[in-house]
């Protein structure tokens, strides 16, 4: 029962996004008119007939993606707990409990979190080469990737220098916050974002598998329950991070612009 609680803590809850369209009307003879609109659809109008067309659609400037304070609130709540956990007596002792539970076998080790870690993300590149789209073209995904990486990296291994707080297994001192963990759920954050738009069990799975790598963290006894909850808010923040800084890092770098994209079906 412990052990279920244990996973259960680590899956995100994906947010609910309510999107609110306006919309301009065009009459036909300007339809016909704009060469953003392809002439295979202009059959189905006739001069003088006017069509409601939302704004979503004919925008040069996607919607950017906003890091609100609702965003936060589940990364930033793990990461918290994970601080004052280093500090909390009682804290602490419910680490040691969570820890008899796991490590009934004391010879029991698995290197299968060696490279789960690394499954969540890879999954999206994947799923676009067998012709399953997510939200982003290679370029853009790839980008959101690697910075999502590179910032969590560069924050848990400067806190883990800094707080030298000793593995259980007694070997090391760089056990806050787990590095596995947050690579595990940059990768489920990730997968979420890229494919909630498809079906919102791509997400539940990379949070799934991003899950099972913290616990198997703690059966191999590399790191405690506050380690691992920790090491999943950095993921999970850096994540939501890079989605919010890529679109102004490549219009600098690529002058990126969002081109339009007709879609008949809103029809």
């Known amino acids: 029962m412990r052990v279920l609680l244990i996973l259960f803590l680590f899956i995100g809850i994906g947010d609910l996004h309510a999107q609110q369209k306006d919309s301009i009307i065009y009459s036909a003879d300007t339809y016909f008119q704009d060469a ?40 930033v709540t793990l990461i918290t707990y994970g601080f004052v956990s280093q500090s909390s007596h009682k804290l602490k002792a419910f680490d040691v409990r969570i820890k008899k539970v796991v490590r009934r076998d004391p010879d029991f080790h698995t290197c299968i979190d060696n490279y789960l870690q690394y499954a969540p993300g890879f999954a999206v590149f994947g799923l676009n080469a ?3 789209k997510g939200k982003n073209n290679f370029r853009d995904r790839a980008s959101i990737y690697l910075l999502s990486n590179l910032m969590m990296g560069i924050t848990v291994q400067t806190i883990k220098k800094i707080s030298k707080v000793p593995r259980p297994e007694g070997w090391g001192t760089n056990a806050f916050p787990s590095g596995h ?82 879609n008949p079906a809103a029809y």
């Open 36 to 75: 953003s609109f392809p002439d295979v659809y202009s059959r189905d109008l006739t001069p003088g007939d006017t069509k409601t067309v939302s704004t979503n659609q004919v925008s040069s400037e996607p919607a950017r993606y906003k890091l609100t304070m609702k965003r936060m609130i589940i990364p």
């Open 130 to 132: 067998v012709g399953i």
């Open 181 to 262: 963990t947050g690579t595990a759920f940059v990768g489920a954050e990730f997968l979420r974002q890229e494919y909630k738009d498809v079906s919102p069990w791509y997400g539940v799975t990379g949070y799934l598998m991003a899950t099972t790598t913290g616990v198997l963290r703690m059966f191999n006894n590399k790191h405690w329950f506050r380690d691992v909850v920790a090491g999943a808010g950095f993921g999970i923040l850096a994540t939501d991070a890079a989605y919010w800084l890529e679109p102004i890092i490549a219009k600098k770098l690529f002058h990126k612009r969002q081109d339009y994209h007709f």
